[in-house]
């Protein structure tokens, strides 16, 4: 059995609804990294549930994250990362000293079949693995 470590970083996606974007950005970086980095997601207005097309893009690539629910954005959620990445939510997103702010201007999968957001995807994939790069060599130093 692997011995629990803790998360050498902790995440925050942000993203309006925190249906499309910002799931399938947790959704990598959990996948991706494991329990090596904690992962949050939120929206400053969170929508009924998780788009349909984003479960279904993420689904092509082995990840389920039709378990998901929108959560709302929360001034303690910004405290507790290390990171916050946004995704288009503009001035809804609290600022707080000594956090590291990255913005990804993504399309909005809302609304869109699941052959518009394949490419929305496969651009987080790679910010993700870019990110988990740039965490990894942080904990290194």
């Not at 082995?62 to 990445?85: C, F, M, N, W």
């Not at 000594?98 to 079949?113: E, F, I, M, T």
Request: glycine share 8%; charged share 25%.
């Amino acid at each position: 059995m692997m011995p629990t470590t803790t998360p050498v970083a902790s995440v925050l996606f942000v993203c309006v609804h925190n249906a499309g974007r910002s799931q399938m950005a947790a959704g990598f970086l959990s996948h991706l990294a494991g329990d090596r980095i904690e992962v949050r997601s939120a929206g400053s207005l969170p929508a009924e549930q998780v788009n349909p097309a984003a479960v279904e893009a993420m689904k092509e690539v082995g990840i389920d994250i039709s378990d998901q629910t929108p959560k709302v954005l929360t001034p303690e959620a910004v405290r507790a990362s290390d990171y916050v990445i946004t995704m288009g939510c503009g001035d809804a997103c609290p600022i707080f000293p000594g956090k590291r702010y990255l913005d990804w201007s993504l399309d909005d999968p809302a609304g869109q079949g699941v052959e518009a957001v394949r490419p929305i995807r496969d651009e987080i994939r790679s910010r993700i693995e870019s990110l988990i790069a740039e965490i990894d060599v942080r904990s290194e130093s």
